[in-house]
Protein backbone atom coordinates (compact mmCIF):
# COMPACT_ATOMS: atom_id res chain seq x y z
CA UNK A 1 0.00 0.00 0.00
CA UNK A 2 0.88 3.44 -0.73
CA UNK A 3 1.87 6.28 2.24
CA UNK A 4 -1.24 7.51 3.28
CA UNK A 5 -1.74 10.75 2.29
CA UNK A 6 -4.71 13.42 3.24
CA UNK A 7 -7.93 11.91 2.78
CA UNK A 8 -9.62 14.83 1.42
CA UNK A 9 -8.30 15.56 -2.33
CA UNK A 10 -8.51 12.04 -3.30
CA UNK A 11 -12.38 11.55 -2.12
CA UNK A 12 -12.74 15.09 -3.61
CA UNK A 13 -12.10 13.21 -7.39
CA UNK A 14 -13.81 10.16 -6.15
CA UNK A 15 -16.72 12.41 -5.40
CA UNK A 16 -18.78 12.41 -8.63
CA UNK A 17 -18.54 8.78 -9.02
CA UNK A 18 -19.58 8.11 -5.34
CA UNK A 19 -22.21 10.05 -5.07
CA UNK A 20 -23.74 8.82 -8.11
CA UNK A 21 -23.16 5.23 -7.19
CA UNK A 22 -24.75 5.50 -3.54
CA UNK A 23 -27.73 6.96 -5.29
CA UNK A 24 -27.81 4.51 -8.34
CA UNK A 25 -27.07 0.87 -6.17
CA UNK A 26 -27.57 1.87 -2.40
CA UNK A 27 -29.58 4.11 -2.75
CA UNK A 28 -32.05 2.09 -5.04
CA UNK A 29 -32.15 -1.29 -3.11
CA UNK A 30 -33.01 0.76 -0.23
CA UNK A 31 -35.68 2.13 -2.64
CA UNK A 32 -36.43 -1.19 -4.05
CA UNK A 33 -37.00 -3.11 -0.59
CA UNK A 34 -39.25 -0.38 0.38
CA UNK A 35 -41.31 -0.72 -2.29
CA UNK A 36 -41.86 -4.52 -2.53
CA UNK A 37 -43.45 -4.59 1.72
CA UNK A 38 -46.07 -2.52 0.12
CA UNK A 39 -49.39 -3.81 -1.98
CA UNK A 40 -48.54 -1.82 -4.80
CA UNK A 41 -49.86 -4.35 -7.28
CA UNK A 42 -52.05 -2.25 -9.16
CA UNK A 43 -51.64 0.76 -12.48
CA UNK A 44 -52.86 3.03 -10.07
CA UNK A 45 -50.83 2.37 -7.54
CA UNK A 46 -47.46 2.45 -9.46
CA UNK A 47 -48.48 6.03 -10.78
CA UNK A 48 -49.33 6.93 -7.86
CA UNK A 49 -52.79 7.87 -7.93
CA UNK A 50 -54.17 5.53 -5.54
CA UNK A 51 -52.62 4.94 -1.57
CA UNK A 52 -50.44 2.36 -0.92
CA UNK A 53 -49.42 0.34 2.51
CA UNK A 54 -47.43 -1.56 4.26
CA UNK A 55 -47.57 -5.70 4.18
CA UNK A 56 -44.37 -6.45 5.61
CA UNK A 57 -42.87 -9.99 3.72
CA UNK A 58 -46.08 -10.77 2.51
CA UNK A 59 -44.83 -10.29 -1.42
CA UNK A 60 -42.06 -12.58 -0.59
CA UNK A 61 -44.09 -15.42 1.44
CA UNK A 62 -46.79 -15.05 -1.01
CA UNK A 63 -44.01 -15.42 -4.06
CA UNK A 64 -42.14 -18.17 -2.67
CA UNK A 65 -45.26 -20.15 -1.93
CA UNK A 66 -46.67 -20.29 -5.61
CA UNK A 67 -46.23 -23.12 -7.50
CA UNK A 68 -45.31 -20.48 -10.68
CA UNK A 69 -42.25 -18.62 -8.65
CA UNK A 70 -41.11 -22.26 -7.49
CA UNK A 71 -40.91 -23.53 -11.17
CA UNK A 72 -38.68 -20.09 -11.65
CA UNK A 73 -36.10 -21.13 -9.06
CA UNK A 74 -36.17 -24.15 -10.27
CA UNK A 75 -35.63 -23.39 -13.92
CA UNK A 76 -32.53 -20.65 -12.67
CA UNK A 77 -30.90 -23.63 -10.79
CA UNK A 78 -31.32 -26.03 -13.51
CA UNK A 79 -29.87 -23.64 -16.05
CA UNK A 80 -26.80 -21.95 -13.59
CA UNK A 81 -26.47 -25.87 -13.14
CA UNK A 82 -25.72 -27.44 -16.98
CA UNK A 83 -24.51 -23.73 -17.91
CA UNK A 84 -21.39 -23.71 -15.26
CA UNK A 85 -20.58 -27.41 -15.66
CA UNK A 86 -21.15 -27.18 -19.25
CA UNK A 87 -19.00 -23.81 -19.81
CA UNK A 88 -16.41 -25.24 -17.44
CA UNK A 89 -15.79 -28.45 -18.93
CA UNK A 90 -15.11 -26.69 -22.15
CA UNK A 91 -13.30 -23.97 -21.20
CA UNK A 92 -11.07 -25.58 -19.46
CA UNK A 93 -10.78 -28.64 -22.33
CA UNK A 94 -10.33 -26.16 -24.65
CA UNK A 95 -7.64 -24.03 -22.92
CA UNK A 96 -5.71 -27.48 -22.08
CA UNK A 97 -5.79 -28.59 -25.38
CA UNK A 98 -4.08 -24.96 -26.74
CA UNK A 99 -2.50 -24.33 -23.73
CA UNK A 100 1.09 -25.35 -25.23
CA UNK A 101 2.47 -22.66 -28.58
CA UNK A 102 1.18 -24.71 -31.18
CA UNK A 103 0.67 -23.76 -35.29
CA UNK A 104 -2.50 -22.32 -36.00
CA UNK A 105 -2.86 -21.98 -31.97
CA UNK A 106 -4.10 -18.24 -32.37
CA UNK A 107 -6.60 -18.65 -34.51
CA UNK A 108 -8.07 -21.84 -32.64
CA UNK A 109 -8.36 -19.25 -29.69
CA UNK A 110 -9.92 -16.43 -31.79
CA UNK A 111 -12.42 -18.82 -33.05
CA UNK A 112 -13.68 -20.18 -29.37
CA UNK A 113 -13.56 -16.67 -27.98
CA UNK A 114 -15.65 -14.89 -30.71
CA UNK A 115 -19.00 -15.79 -29.45
CA UNK A 116 -18.25 -13.26 -26.54
CA UNK A 117 -18.40 -10.42 -28.73
CA UNK A 118 -21.96 -11.06 -29.88
CA UNK A 119 -24.95 -10.20 -27.85
CA UNK A 120 -27.50 -12.65 -26.64
CA UNK A 121 -29.63 -10.66 -28.39
CA UNK A 122 -28.15 -11.28 -32.11
CA UNK A 123 -26.73 -15.41 -31.15
CA UNK A 124 -30.53 -15.97 -30.05
CA UNK A 125 -32.14 -15.43 -33.34
CA UNK A 126 -29.72 -18.05 -34.85
CA UNK A 127 -30.40 -20.33 -31.60
CA UNK A 128 -34.02 -20.27 -31.57
CA UNK A 129 -34.24 -21.81 -35.15
CA UNK A 130 -31.46 -23.96 -34.27
CA UNK A 131 -33.41 -25.04 -30.96
CA UNK A 132 -36.90 -25.31 -33.29
CA UNK A 133 -39.04 -28.19 -31.55
CA UNK A 134 -39.97 -29.46 -34.69
CA UNK A 135 -39.80 -33.42 -35.41
CA UNK A 136 -40.03 -35.75 -38.15
CA UNK A 137 -40.89 -34.21 -41.37
CA UNK A 138 -41.19 -30.59 -40.61
CA UNK A 139 -37.70 -30.60 -38.31
CA UNK A 140 -35.41 -28.01 -38.91
CA UNK A 141 -32.23 -26.69 -37.12
CA UNK A 142 -30.39 -29.17 -34.76
CA UNK A 143 -33.66 -31.90 -35.08
CA UNK A 144 -33.03 -31.52 -38.84
CA UNK A 145 -29.19 -32.31 -38.71
CA UNK A 146 -29.28 -34.96 -36.29
CA UNK A 147 -31.45 -36.75 -38.77
CA UNK A 148 -29.05 -36.04 -41.60
CA UNK A 149 -26.58 -37.64 -39.64
CA UNK A 150 -28.77 -40.32 -38.92
CA UNK A 151 -28.93 -39.89 -34.78
CA UNK A 152 -32.80 -39.45 -35.11
CA UNK A 153 -33.13 -40.58 -31.89
CA UNK A 154 -31.75 -37.16 -30.45
CA UNK A 155 -34.36 -34.94 -31.55
CA UNK A 156 -36.57 -33.63 -28.89
CA UNK A 157 -38.73 -30.67 -27.99
CA UNK A 158 -35.35 -28.39 -26.58
CA UNK A 159 -36.74 -25.51 -24.59
CA UNK A 160 -40.31 -26.78 -25.26
CA UNK A 161 -40.33 -28.89 -22.66
CA UNK A 162 -41.99 -28.04 -19.71
CA UNK A 163 -39.91 -29.43 -16.88
CA UNK A 164 -36.04 -29.66 -18.22
CA UNK A 165 -36.70 -26.92 -21.67
CA UNK A 166 -34.63 -24.45 -19.80
CA UNK A 167 -31.64 -26.76 -19.99
CA UNK A 168 -32.04 -26.60 -23.45
CA UNK A 169 -31.63 -22.19 -23.12
CA UNK A 170 -28.32 -22.96 -21.29
CA UNK A 171 -26.87 -25.10 -24.85
CA UNK A 172 -26.44 -21.44 -26.46
CA UNK A 173 -25.32 -19.88 -23.25
CA UNK A 174 -22.36 -22.21 -23.22
CA UNK A 175 -21.58 -22.11 -26.73
CA UNK A 176 -20.90 -18.06 -25.80
CA UNK A 177 -19.24 -18.17 -22.81
CA UNK A 178 -16.65 -21.16 -22.87
CA UNK A 179 -14.34 -19.44 -24.92
CA UNK A 180 -14.23 -17.08 -21.73
CA UNK A 181 -13.48 -19.61 -19.39
CA UNK A 182 -10.92 -20.89 -21.93
CA UNK A 183 -9.07 -17.51 -21.99
CA UNK A 184 -9.03 -17.28 -18.67
CA UNK A 185 -7.42 -20.94 -17.63
CA UNK A 186 -5.16 -19.79 -20.61
CA UNK A 187 -3.97 -17.16 -18.31
CA UNK A 188 -4.31 -19.28 -15.65
CA UNK A 189 -1.74 -21.52 -17.71
CA UNK A 190 0.86 -19.01 -18.48
CA UNK A 191 1.12 -18.01 -15.29
CA UNK A 192 2.62 -20.80 -13.95
CA UNK A 193 6.47 -20.75 -13.97
CA UNK A 194 8.38 -22.55 -16.24
CA UNK A 195 10.77 -24.29 -13.89
CA UNK A 196 7.79 -26.22 -12.15
CA UNK A 197 7.31 -27.89 -15.57
CA UNK A 198 11.05 -28.38 -16.10
CA UNK A 199 11.66 -29.94 -12.67
CA UNK A 200 8.48 -32.21 -12.98
CA UNK A 201 10.45 -33.56 -16.14
CA UNK A 202 13.64 -33.92 -14.71
CA UNK A 203 11.87 -35.79 -11.75
CA UNK A 204 10.40 -38.28 -14.76
CA UNK A 205 6.67 -37.25 -14.93
CA UNK A 206 4.94 -38.37 -17.65
CA UNK A 207 2.97 -35.76 -20.06
CA UNK A 208 -0.21 -36.56 -17.91
CA UNK A 209 1.59 -36.99 -14.63
CA UNK A 210 2.51 -33.15 -15.06
CA UNK A 211 -0.95 -32.09 -15.58
CA UNK A 212 -2.51 -34.07 -12.67
CA UNK A 213 -0.13 -33.28 -10.16
CA UNK A 214 1.69 -30.18 -10.85
CA UNK A 215 -0.17 -28.04 -13.18
CA UNK A 216 -3.86 -28.59 -12.62
CA UNK A 217 -3.57 -27.87 -8.53
CA UNK A 218 -2.51 -24.37 -9.73
CA UNK A 219 -5.33 -23.16 -11.84
CA UNK A 220 -7.36 -23.93 -8.72
CA UNK A 221 -7.97 -19.80 -8.08
CA UNK A 222 -8.55 -19.59 -11.87
CA UNK A 223 -11.63 -22.14 -11.42
CA UNK A 224 -12.95 -20.25 -8.45
CA UNK A 225 -13.02 -17.03 -10.46
CA UNK A 226 -14.53 -18.56 -13.70
CA UNK A 227 -17.00 -20.38 -11.85
CA UNK A 228 -18.26 -17.17 -9.43
CA UNK A 229 -17.75 -15.28 -12.75
CA UNK A 230 -20.37 -17.50 -15.30
CA UNK A 231 -22.25 -18.38 -12.27
CA UNK A 232 -23.31 -14.89 -11.10
CA UNK A 233 -24.05 -14.21 -14.86
CA UNK A 234 -26.14 -17.47 -15.73
CA UNK A 235 -28.27 -16.28 -12.52
CA UNK A 236 -29.02 -12.37 -13.91
CA UNK A 237 -29.28 -14.45 -17.30
CA UNK A 238 -32.21 -12.34 -19.33
CA UNK A 239 -31.41 -11.44 -23.01
CA UNK A 240 -30.76 -14.98 -23.95
CA UNK A 241 -33.81 -16.23 -22.73
CA UNK A 242 -36.14 -13.09 -24.22
CA UNK A 243 -34.76 -13.40 -27.37
CA UNK A 244 -35.20 -17.64 -28.16
CA UNK A 245 -38.10 -17.60 -25.61
CA UNK A 246 -40.55 -15.04 -24.48
CA UNK A 247 -41.48 -13.58 -21.79
CA UNK A 248 -45.09 -15.27 -21.41
CA UNK A 249 -43.17 -19.06 -21.74
CA UNK A 250 -44.14 -20.88 -18.63
CA UNK A 251 -40.83 -23.44 -19.21
CA UNK A 252 -38.15 -21.01 -19.44
CA UNK A 253 -39.16 -18.45 -16.98
CA UNK A 254 -36.66 -17.23 -14.36
CA UNK A 255 -36.81 -14.69 -11.96
CA UNK A 256 -35.41 -12.02 -14.02
CA UNK A 257 -37.99 -12.74 -16.42
CA UNK A 258 -40.46 -12.84 -13.93
CA UNK A 259 -39.17 -9.37 -13.01
CA UNK A 260 -40.28 -8.21 -16.47
CA UNK A 261 -43.57 -9.47 -16.50
CA UNK A 262 -44.78 -8.11 -13.23
CA UNK A 263 -43.37 -4.78 -14.06
CA UNK A 264 -45.00 -4.97 -17.26
CA UNK A 265 -48.40 -5.38 -15.67
CA UNK A 266 -47.97 -3.16 -13.27
CA UNK A 267 -47.57 -5.03 -10.30
CA UNK A 268 -44.04 -3.12 -8.94
CA UNK A 269 -44.46 -4.91 -5.50
CA UNK A 270 -44.19 -7.86 -6.77
CA UNK A 271 -41.63 -7.18 -9.80
CA UNK A 272 -39.63 -5.11 -6.55
CA UNK A 273 -39.66 -8.20 -4.42
CA UNK A 274 -38.11 -10.97 -7.11
CA UNK A 275 -35.85 -8.18 -7.95
CA UNK A 276 -34.64 -8.81 -4.42
CA UNK A 277 -34.85 -12.17 -4.37
CA UNK A 278 -32.29 -12.41 -7.31
CA UNK A 279 -29.84 -9.83 -5.00
CA UNK A 280 -29.72 -12.10 -2.48
CA UNK A 281 -29.27 -14.85 -4.60
CA UNK A 282 -26.30 -13.16 -6.41
CA UNK A 283 -24.84 -11.44 -3.11
CA UNK A 284 -24.48 -14.83 -1.82
CA UNK A 285 -22.17 -15.90 -4.30
CA UNK A 286 -20.62 -12.45 -4.71
CA UNK A 287 -19.71 -11.34 -1.32
CA UNK A 288 -17.62 -14.32 -0.22
CA UNK A 289 -15.55 -14.22 -3.37
CA UNK A 290 -14.98 -10.36 -3.25
CA UNK A 291 -13.90 -10.57 1.15
CA UNK A 292 -11.59 -13.78 -0.45
CA UNK A 293 -10.06 -12.00 -3.07
CA UNK A 294 -9.65 -8.96 -0.87
CA UNK A 295 -8.01 -10.76 1.94
CA UNK A 296 -6.01 -12.84 -0.50
CA UNK A 297 -4.54 -9.49 -2.38
CA UNK A 298 -3.85 -7.82 1.56
CA UNK A 299 -1.74 -10.87 2.64
CA UNK A 300 0.53 -10.72 -0.55
CA UNK B 1 -2.62 -14.23 -10.15
CA UNK B 2 -2.10 -11.29 -12.72
CA UNK B 3 -4.96 -9.33 -13.84
CA UNK B 4 -4.81 -6.86 -16.80
CA UNK B 5 -2.69 -9.41 -18.46
CA UNK B 6 -2.60 -7.14 -21.78
CA UNK B 7 -2.67 -10.23 -24.32
CA UNK B 8 -0.85 -13.44 -22.93
CA UNK B 9 0.58 -14.29 -26.08
CA UNK B 10 2.62 -17.16 -27.05
CA UNK B 11 6.06 -17.53 -25.06
CA UNK B 12 8.90 -19.72 -26.53
CA UNK B 13 8.73 -23.65 -26.46
CA UNK B 14 10.48 -24.83 -23.51
CA UNK B 15 13.79 -26.66 -24.78
CA UNK B 16 12.91 -30.43 -25.82
CA UNK B 17 15.84 -32.34 -23.79
CA UNK B 18 14.21 -35.59 -23.11
CA UNK B 19 14.72 -39.08 -24.40
CA UNK B 20 13.01 -40.72 -26.97
CA UNK B 21 9.72 -42.47 -25.93
CA UNK B 22 9.05 -38.89 -24.07
CA UNK B 23 9.31 -37.53 -27.65
CA UNK B 24 6.93 -39.70 -29.33
CA UNK B 25 4.07 -39.27 -26.68
CA UNK B 26 4.73 -35.94 -26.88
CA UNK B 27 3.83 -36.29 -31.09
CA UNK B 28 0.73 -38.12 -30.34
CA UNK B 29 -0.43 -36.03 -27.97
CA UNK B 30 -0.28 -33.30 -30.11
CA UNK B 31 -1.88 -35.10 -32.83
CA UNK B 32 -5.02 -35.64 -30.36
CA UNK B 33 -4.80 -31.91 -29.69
CA UNK B 34 -5.52 -30.92 -33.35
CA UNK B 35 -7.99 -33.13 -33.71
CA UNK B 36 -9.88 -32.23 -30.91
CA UNK B 37 -9.29 -28.57 -31.68
CA UNK B 38 -10.88 -29.15 -35.06
CA UNK B 39 -13.52 -30.49 -34.16
CA UNK B 40 -14.42 -27.88 -31.62
CA UNK B 41 -14.00 -25.43 -34.24
CA UNK B 42 -16.59 -27.15 -36.55
CA UNK B 43 -19.32 -27.34 -33.54
CA UNK B 44 -18.30 -23.48 -32.61
CA UNK B 45 -18.82 -22.59 -36.48
CA UNK B 46 -22.07 -24.84 -37.12
CA UNK B 47 -24.76 -21.02 -35.76
CA UNK B 48 -22.14 -19.21 -37.89
CA UNK B 49 -22.61 -21.35 -41.22
CA UNK B 50 -26.56 -21.41 -40.19
CA UNK B 51 -26.75 -17.57 -40.23
CA UNK B 52 -24.73 -16.64 -43.12
CA UNK B 53 -26.41 -19.26 -45.43
CA UNK B 54 -30.11 -18.61 -44.25
CA UNK B 55 -29.08 -14.97 -44.91
CA UNK B 56 -28.84 -15.27 -48.69
CA UNK B 57 -31.51 -17.49 -48.69
CA UNK B 58 -34.76 -16.72 -50.76
CA UNK B 59 -37.86 -17.26 -48.30
CA UNK B 60 -39.60 -19.91 -49.93
CA UNK B 61 -35.81 -21.17 -50.10
CA UNK B 62 -35.69 -21.63 -46.28
CA UNK B 63 -38.44 -24.96 -46.26
CA UNK B 64 -37.67 -27.48 -43.07
CA UNK B 65 -35.81 -30.14 -45.19
CA UNK B 66 -33.73 -27.61 -47.51
CA UNK B 67 -32.87 -26.14 -43.76
CA UNK B 68 -28.94 -27.09 -43.93
CA UNK B 69 -28.60 -26.83 -47.55
CA UNK B 70 -27.09 -24.06 -49.31
CA UNK B 71 -29.47 -21.08 -51.09
CA UNK B 72 -30.61 -22.65 -54.44
CA UNK B 73 -29.89 -18.98 -55.59
CA UNK B 74 -27.75 -16.57 -53.92
CA UNK B 75 -30.01 -13.02 -52.88
CA UNK B 76 -29.03 -10.17 -51.07
CA UNK B 77 -32.77 -9.21 -50.60
CA UNK B 78 -32.84 -10.03 -46.97
CA UNK B 79 -29.81 -7.88 -46.16
CA UNK B 80 -31.34 -4.90 -47.82
CA UNK B 81 -34.81 -5.79 -45.73
CA UNK B 82 -32.41 -6.06 -42.62
CA UNK B 83 -30.80 -2.49 -43.66
CA UNK B 84 -33.60 -0.94 -44.34
CA UNK B 85 -35.18 -1.50 -41.06
CA UNK B 86 -32.11 -1.38 -38.51
CA UNK B 87 -30.04 1.08 -39.62
CA UNK B 88 -31.78 3.67 -37.85
CA UNK B 89 -31.06 1.92 -34.47
CA UNK B 90 -27.64 1.21 -35.71
CA UNK B 91 -27.14 5.02 -36.04
CA UNK B 92 -28.78 5.25 -32.03
CA UNK B 93 -26.57 2.64 -31.09
CA UNK B 94 -23.47 4.66 -32.02
CA UNK B 95 -24.85 7.63 -30.74
CA UNK B 96 -25.57 5.95 -27.67
CA UNK B 97 -22.18 3.72 -27.11
CA UNK B 98 -19.35 6.20 -28.04
CA UNK B 99 -20.14 9.02 -25.47
CA UNK B 100 -21.35 5.93 -22.74
CA UNK B 101 -17.97 4.74 -23.13
CA UNK B 102 -15.86 7.54 -23.10
CA UNK B 103 -17.28 9.43 -20.18
CA UNK B 104 -17.32 6.08 -18.00
CA UNK B 105 -13.34 5.53 -18.85
CA UNK B 106 -12.75 8.90 -17.94
CA UNK B 107 -14.22 8.18 -14.79
CA UNK B 108 -13.03 5.12 -13.82
CA UNK B 109 -9.45 6.49 -14.74
CA UNK B 110 -9.61 8.99 -12.25
CA UNK B 111 -11.16 6.59 -9.79
CA UNK B 112 -8.37 4.21 -10.40
CA UNK B 113 -5.76 6.60 -10.15
CA UNK B 114 -7.30 7.97 -7.10
CA UNK B 115 -7.57 4.13 -5.38
CA UNK B 116 -4.43 3.12 -6.18
CA UNK B 117 -1.65 5.53 -6.32
CA UNK B 118 -3.33 8.23 -4.44
CA UNK B 119 -4.49 5.64 -2.03
CA UNK B 120 -5.71 7.23 1.51
CA UNK B 121 -7.03 5.41 5.05
CA UNK B 122 -10.11 2.97 3.97
CA UNK B 123 -9.50 3.38 0.20
CA UNK B 124 -9.92 -0.44 0.12
CA UNK B 125 -13.45 -0.26 1.36
CA UNK B 126 -14.45 2.41 -0.80
CA UNK B 127 -13.25 0.30 -3.54
CA UNK B 128 -15.37 -2.25 -2.41
CA UNK B 129 -17.96 -0.62 -2.35
CA UNK B 130 -17.48 0.97 -5.74
CA UNK B 131 -17.05 -3.33 -7.06
CA UNK B 132 -20.26 -4.17 -5.67
CA UNK B 133 -22.20 -2.55 -8.26
CA UNK B 134 -20.52 -4.14 -10.83
CA UNK B 135 -22.33 -7.88 -9.96
CA UNK B 136 -25.62 -6.84 -8.95
CA UNK B 137 -28.57 -7.83 -11.03
CA UNK B 138 -29.88 -4.81 -12.68
CA UNK B 139 -33.29 -6.35 -11.77
CA UNK B 140 -32.58 -5.55 -8.19
CA UNK B 141 -33.08 -1.62 -8.59
CA UNK B 142 -35.02 -1.46 -11.57
CA UNK B 143 -38.46 -0.44 -10.52
CA UNK B 144 -36.86 2.92 -8.70
CA UNK B 145 -34.52 3.33 -11.24
CA UNK B 146 -37.76 3.35 -13.68
CA UNK B 147 -39.42 5.94 -11.34
CA UNK B 148 -36.19 8.06 -10.96
CA UNK B 149 -35.31 7.93 -14.86
CA UNK B 150 -39.11 9.59 -15.52
CA UNK B 151 -39.07 11.74 -12.11
CA UNK B 152 -36.02 13.64 -12.95
CA UNK B 153 -37.41 13.89 -16.73
CA UNK B 154 -34.68 11.88 -18.70
CA UNK B 155 -35.89 11.42 -21.96
CA UNK B 156 -36.37 7.61 -23.02
CA UNK B 157 -33.96 6.11 -25.59
CA UNK B 158 -30.58 7.09 -26.03
CA UNK B 159 -30.26 9.89 -23.58
CA UNK B 160 -31.19 7.64 -20.53
CA UNK B 161 -29.35 4.62 -22.19
CA UNK B 162 -26.18 6.81 -22.21
CA UNK B 163 -26.55 8.09 -18.45
CA UNK B 164 -27.31 4.29 -17.26
CA UNK B 165 -23.98 2.90 -19.06
CA UNK B 166 -22.10 5.66 -17.49
CA UNK B 167 -23.14 4.87 -14.28
CA UNK B 168 -23.34 1.31 -14.04
CA UNK B 169 -19.82 1.26 -16.18
CA UNK B 170 -18.38 3.17 -13.06
CA UNK B 171 -16.80 0.34 -11.41
CA UNK B 172 -16.03 -2.04 -14.48
CA UNK B 173 -13.52 0.97 -15.56
CA UNK B 174 -12.63 1.73 -11.87
CA UNK B 175 -11.45 -1.83 -11.13
CA UNK B 176 -9.50 -2.34 -15.25
CA UNK B 177 -7.55 1.15 -14.50
CA UNK B 178 -6.98 0.63 -10.82
CA UNK B 179 -5.46 -2.61 -11.58
CA UNK B 180 -3.42 -1.19 -14.38
CA UNK B 181 -2.03 1.42 -12.23
CA UNK B 182 -1.14 -0.65 -9.66
CA UNK B 183 1.56 -1.96 -12.23
CA UNK B 184 2.96 1.44 -12.26
CA UNK B 185 6.24 1.76 -10.46
CA UNK B 186 5.62 3.70 -6.90
CA UNK B 187 9.38 5.87 -7.99
CA UNK B 188 7.35 7.61 -11.10
CA UNK B 189 4.33 8.92 -8.80
CA UNK B 190 6.74 9.49 -5.81
CA UNK B 191 9.19 11.51 -8.00
CA UNK B 192 6.72 13.69 -9.27
CA UNK B 193 5.81 14.16 -5.76
CA UNK B 194 8.76 15.47 -4.74
CA UNK B 195 8.65 17.66 -7.56
CA UNK B 196 6.52 18.93 -5.82
CA UNK B 197 3.43 18.08 -8.35
CA UNK B 198 0.08 18.13 -6.59
CA UNK B 199 -2.83 14.82 -7.18
CA UNK B 200 -4.46 16.50 -10.69
CA UNK B 201 -0.92 17.56 -11.78
CA UNK B 202 0.55 13.97 -10.87
CA UNK B 203 -2.57 12.44 -12.74
CA UNK B 204 -2.30 14.60 -15.87
CA UNK B 205 1.53 14.67 -16.51
CA UNK B 206 2.73 11.67 -15.17
CA UNK B 207 -0.42 8.89 -15.53
CA UNK B 208 -1.88 9.91 -18.16
CA UNK B 209 0.46 9.49 -20.62
CA UNK B 210 1.01 6.25 -19.75
CA UNK B 211 -2.77 4.90 -20.16
CA UNK B 212 -3.23 4.71 -23.30
CA UNK B 213 -3.20 0.99 -23.51
CA UNK B 214 -5.82 0.70 -20.62
CA UNK B 215 -7.85 3.66 -21.73
CA UNK B 216 -8.14 0.85 -25.38
CA UNK B 217 -9.13 -2.03 -22.98
CA UNK B 218 -11.87 0.06 -20.91
CA UNK B 219 -13.25 1.75 -24.60
CA UNK B 220 -13.53 -1.35 -26.22
CA UNK B 221 -14.90 -3.00 -23.10
CA UNK B 222 -17.68 -0.70 -22.57
CA UNK B 223 -18.34 -0.18 -25.93
CA UNK B 224 -18.94 -3.84 -26.40
CA UNK B 225 -21.10 -4.06 -23.33
CA UNK B 226 -23.24 -1.16 -24.24
CA UNK B 227 -23.92 -2.42 -27.68
CA UNK B 228 -24.87 -5.43 -26.49
CA UNK B 229 -27.01 -4.50 -23.72
CA UNK B 230 -30.52 -5.69 -24.10
CA UNK B 231 -32.08 -5.41 -20.74
CA UNK B 232 -31.54 -1.52 -19.80
CA UNK B 233 -33.04 -1.13 -23.54
CA UNK B 234 -36.22 -2.82 -22.67
CA UNK B 235 -36.94 -1.17 -20.16
CA UNK B 236 -35.61 2.54 -21.30
CA UNK B 237 -36.56 2.57 -24.57
CA UNK B 238 -39.12 1.47 -27.48
CA UNK B 239 -39.02 0.52 -30.59
CA UNK B 240 -39.34 3.86 -31.92
CA UNK B 241 -35.83 5.15 -30.38
CA UNK B 242 -33.73 2.04 -28.88
CA UNK B 243 -30.19 0.58 -29.98
CA UNK B 244 -30.22 -2.36 -32.30
CA UNK B 245 -30.58 -4.81 -29.81
CA UNK B 246 -34.66 -4.00 -29.04
CA UNK B 247 -34.51 -3.17 -32.89
CA UNK B 248 -33.07 -6.50 -33.92
CA UNK B 249 -35.03 -8.38 -30.93
CA UNK B 250 -38.51 -6.77 -32.60
CA UNK B 251 -37.49 -7.75 -35.73
CA UNK B 252 -36.89 -11.77 -35.00
CA UNK B 253 -39.67 -11.91 -33.23
CA UNK B 254 -42.18 -9.41 -33.42
CA UNK B 255 -43.37 -10.10 -36.92
CA UNK B 256 -46.27 -12.13 -37.42
CA UNK B 257 -44.86 -14.41 -40.30
CA UNK B 258 -41.44 -15.46 -39.18
CA UNK B 259 -38.91 -14.62 -42.19
CA UNK B 260 -35.74 -16.09 -41.01
CA UNK B 261 -33.55 -14.87 -43.72
CA UNK B 262 -34.16 -11.10 -42.75
CA UNK B 263 -33.72 -12.02 -39.05
CA UNK B 264 -30.57 -13.70 -39.90
CA UNK B 265 -28.89 -10.92 -42.05
CA UNK B 266 -30.21 -8.58 -38.78
CA UNK B 267 -28.60 -10.59 -36.81
CA UNK B 268 -25.07 -10.44 -38.93
CA UNK B 269 -25.59 -6.05 -38.98
CA UNK B 270 -26.00 -5.99 -35.86
CA UNK B 271 -23.11 -8.14 -34.58
CA UNK B 272 -20.59 -6.39 -36.70
CA UNK B 273 -19.82 -3.47 -35.12
CA UNK B 274 -18.74 -5.51 -31.84
CA UNK B 275 -17.17 -8.52 -33.86
CA UNK B 276 -15.32 -6.29 -36.38
CA UNK B 277 -13.29 -4.56 -33.05
CA UNK B 278 -13.08 -7.77 -32.02
CA UNK B 279 -10.85 -9.19 -35.36
CA UNK B 280 -8.89 -5.63 -35.01
CA UNK B 281 -8.25 -4.99 -31.60
CA UNK B 282 -8.82 -8.35 -30.42
CA UNK B 283 -6.15 -8.68 -28.01
CA UNK B 284 -7.00 -5.96 -26.29
CA UNK B 285 -10.72 -7.14 -25.65
CA UNK B 286 -9.24 -9.98 -24.57
CA UNK B 287 -7.39 -7.93 -21.98
CA UNK B 288 -10.86 -6.98 -20.70
CA UNK B 289 -11.98 -9.79 -20.17
CA UNK B 290 -9.10 -10.70 -17.85
CA UNK B 291 -9.14 -8.00 -15.90
CA UNK B 292 -12.80 -7.85 -16.22
CA UNK B 293 -12.93 -10.65 -14.54
CA UNK B 294 -10.03 -11.55 -12.05
CA UNK B 295 -9.08 -9.29 -9.32
CA UNK B 296 -5.87 -8.56 -7.40
Known sequence: MNGVRKVWPPLLMLAPSLVVLAVFVYGLIAANFTTSITDNHTAAQATGQQPTSFVGLDNYVGLLATDDFQHSLMNLLLFTGVFLAGSMVMGFMWAWILERPARGEGLFRAVYLFPMAVSFVASGVVWRWLLNSNQGENASGLNRLFQMIGLDALQNNWWNNITFGIIAIAIPAIWQLSGYVMALFLAGFRGIPDELREAARMDGASEWQLYRYVLFPQLAPVALSALVIIGHMSLKSFDLIMSISKAANYQTKVPAVDMFVFKSSFDYANSAAVGTVLLVIVAVVIIPYLWWTNRKENTR | ?296
Open chain 2, 1 to 296: MSTTALVTTSRPAPPSGTVGSAVASRATWRTIRYVIAIFFVIIVLIPVYVLLVTSFKAPGDAAPTRAWALPQEWTLDNWKAAWTTLWPAILRSFQMVIPAAIVSSVLGSLNGFVLSRWSFRGANIVFAGILFGMFIPYQAVMIPLTQLMTGAGVPSGVPSLILLHVVYGIPITTLIFRNYYASVPHELVEAARVDGAGMLRTYWSVILPISIPSFVVVLIWQFTNAWNDFLFAVFFASSQNGPVTLALNNLANGAMLQNYGVSMAGALLASLPPLIVYILLGKYFVGGLMSGSVKG
